[in-house]
DNA sequence: ACAAATTTTTAGTTTTGTCTAAATTTAATT
DNA sequence: AATTAAATTTAGACAAAACTAAAAATTTGT
């Protein structure tokens, strides 16, 4: 498998939000950023080898040896993530690029022992389940901060979007992974919030509610 | 820099033995297992980027900028060796596959964080120096074991021949890295030795001997 | 049901890195 | 010094992965 194939799996992967479903050529060409004469091309590439199912103008879904594929990669990209935050200190927004580098690198016995050494974590840092070797993880029970009800509780997991101008911004505002969370109560005319964090009352906006994920804990 | 473009550059510097020679286009390739014509190609292109002097028929050596780019290679290969021995238990001769891909992972931040991790160590697990992030490293002042004097002693630090099947000749002798080791007689007839390592009194080879480096202690 | 808009594929190029076979230069021998 | 041998480069081809422009299929709107 070369580094592209795989970067493609995983797309088709995503874009399927974990469950097997059927992608667009143009969708995987705008999660890949490229064009879709390209994808096609890989599509028809990818289906000789025996990692999707492609008829053509019906779109691609992986098979059952692409699943495969795509939930080794997912586990790689994501115990890497955590090995950065947890062993050498990398925040959040930082993991990212570079664990879509350490991803590709081919060794079974190098993501089983990070896997040991890491403590066989469950979630990586942004909240996302890590399948374990045999592919079988949680379904992330993350519900959005703006659907929590008022009066529940949860701890923050993940992030929706995860691009680095969102995550400075908790960084900045105190907020981390691992925060326990209040919903205290909601503005009908603006959908901001009033939540308890830690010990702190503090007031958020809508836009910023419905990209933080909360498990719920009560 | 492309992920060939810096296995050519580690190439000609590790035929250059470190020191800034001239190598010839056939020892790149016998090295780099290509063909010739392949290295004729490359060897232009890395010229024409700066990264190598290089003029017709008379070979190829690094610019101060190729040197730089080596160096950071080297390190980032020794330091992910030395993790993967340290951290996650591999052993001597399944480290170096591995590493030829970690070496490429392009973040300056994951390579000072890692060598901060295992604690700026000076040598890898295969008892060569690892270069510091400004590119310094005392040069080796190994020995190879056959031409050790009688009644010296020293601390294994290396192999020349690093092949599998020596590496694994060594585990199953009970010969590590770090053993201190006493050449106690040599057999003139054939250079075999006899020496004590730990408190074992062993007979070897010159064959085995001269594969092993030694950093004599007195 | 038909035309227009959108999506997807095909055809033809480009770049990177490799190869084989042939030509050229350099080195070694007589 | 001429010939032979070895090393190196050139020329031409190919596979992978991408792109642009044009053609074909599908979907949408009326
Ligand atoms: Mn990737
Ligand atoms: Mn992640
Ligand atoms: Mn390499
Ligand atoms: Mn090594």
Known sequence: MTLSEEDYIKAIYHIGKGENTTVSTNSVAEEMDTKPSSVTDMVKKLSEKGLVNYKPYKGVSLTEHGQKTA?????????????????????????????????HIKSEKLTDSLDKLLGYPEVDP????????????????????????????????????????????????????????????KEEFDGSLHIRIGDRDIHISQQIASNLYLKITE
Chains 1, 2 share one sequence.
């Not at 993880?137 to 703006?146: G, H, Q, R």
């Not at 529940?152 to 929706?160: I, L, N, T």
């Open 126 to 185: 942004h909240g996302d389940p890590i399948p374990s070797k045999k592919g079988e993880f949680k379904k992330a029970i993350k519900k959005l901060l703006s659907e929590v009800p008022i009066g529940k509780s949860g701890v923050c997991v993940g992030v929706k979007d995860s691009s680095a101008p969102f995550l400075k911004f908790l960084d900045k505002n105190n907020i981390a992974l691992g925060d326990a969370v209040l919903v205290m109560d």
């Open 71 to 103: 939930l080794t990669l997912v586990r790689k990209h994501r115990l890497w993530e955590v090995f950065l935050v947890e062993k050498l200190d990398f925040s959040w927004d930082e993991v990212h690029e570079v664990a879509e580098q350490l991803e």
